[in-house]
């Protein structure tokens, strides 16, 4: 069982920056592939950036160049650096730890870029 928590979310400007940490319980953390999702109101649940086991990193095309995701495993913590932050990227930012079978989910945390 792997519980997710995230924060770091806010309201922020446009052109500004954001870091979301979440953070995961469980002894195996460093076997998951990790990954932050976001969902905007009335649109489907999206990624923005996964993070293997291994460190690989994929990024989806909306946040390429912009945002940055990194893990640390000694200390079971994912993290998404959000910069050049633009009001399409407001939504609920989801943390997701994957490995084979098993699927968990963080609570969310709302991201608001607004003037």
């Known amino acids: 069982q792997v519980q997710l928590v995230e924060s770091g979310g806010g309201l922020v400007q446009p052109g500004g920056s954001l870091r979301l940490s979440c953070a995961a319980s469980?002894?195996?953390?460093?076997?998951?592939?990790m990954g932050w999702y976001r969902q905007a109101p009335g649109k489907q649940r999206e990624l923005v950036a996964a993070?293997?086991?291994?460190?690989?990193?994929m990024y989806g095309d909306s946040v390429k160049g912009r945002f940055t995701i990194s893990r640390e495993n000694t200390n079971n913590m994912v993290y998404l650096q959000m910069n050049s932050l633009k009001p399409e990227d407001t939504a609920v930012y989801y943390c997701?730890?994957?490995?084979?079978?098993?699927?968990?989910w963080g609570q969310g945390t709302q991201v608001t870029v607004s003037s």
């Open positions: 997701r730890a994957v490995r084979g079978t098993y699927d968990y």
């Open positions: 469980g002894s195996i953390f460093s076997f998951y592939r």
């Open positions: 993070i293997t086991s291994g460190g690989s990193t």
